[in-house]
């Protein structure tokens, strides 16, 4: 077996363990979800590419991934500003986008 084929076998998907599925709400609407990903990974999931406005109408979504840049601020469970990008998801969790009056930056 080469060593090509080996790295091949260690990216495959049968290596990767799913979490298991949990339900999130975001803006009213249930949503699934798995254990272990974040917030931002589980909106991309359902296609959507941004969740918060900026004062001039620009949408955001997930930029740096990293938790560096707070362009994917979303409300969770009340909170606001929490970035959905280095927040893991939770049974129940309630998810709000937000709009430029509740953002810190932008
Ligand atoms: S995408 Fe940059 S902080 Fe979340």
Same mark, same amino acid.
Request: hydrophobic share 35%; aromatic share 4%.
């Given at each position: =077996?080469?060593?090509? *084929? ?12 799913? &979490? ?6 975001? $803006? !009213? ?8 990903? *974040? ?7 359902? &296609? ?13 979504? =997930?930029?740096?991934?990293? &938790?560096?840049?707070? $362009? ?5 469970? !009340? ?13 129940? =969790? ?11 930056? !932008?």
């Amino acid at each position: =077996m080469s060593s090509e *084929t080996t790295t091949m076998r260690r990216l495959s998907s049968a290596n990767f363990r799913r &979490g298991k599925p949990i339900a999130i709400n975001v $803006d !009213g609407v249930p949503h699934s979800a798995y254990e272990g990903e *974040t917030i931002a990974g589980a909106l991309l999931a359902t &296609g959507t590419k941004s969740w918060r406005h900026t004062r001039h109408a620009h949408p955001r979504g =997930m930029f740096c991934g990293i &938790g560096v840049c707070f $362009d994917c601020l979303v409300t969770v469970n !009340g909170t606001p500003n929490v970035r959905a990008c280095v927040t893991p998801v939770a049974e129940g =969790m309630v998810v709000k986008t937000q709009h430029e009056a509740e953002a810190t930056n !932008g």
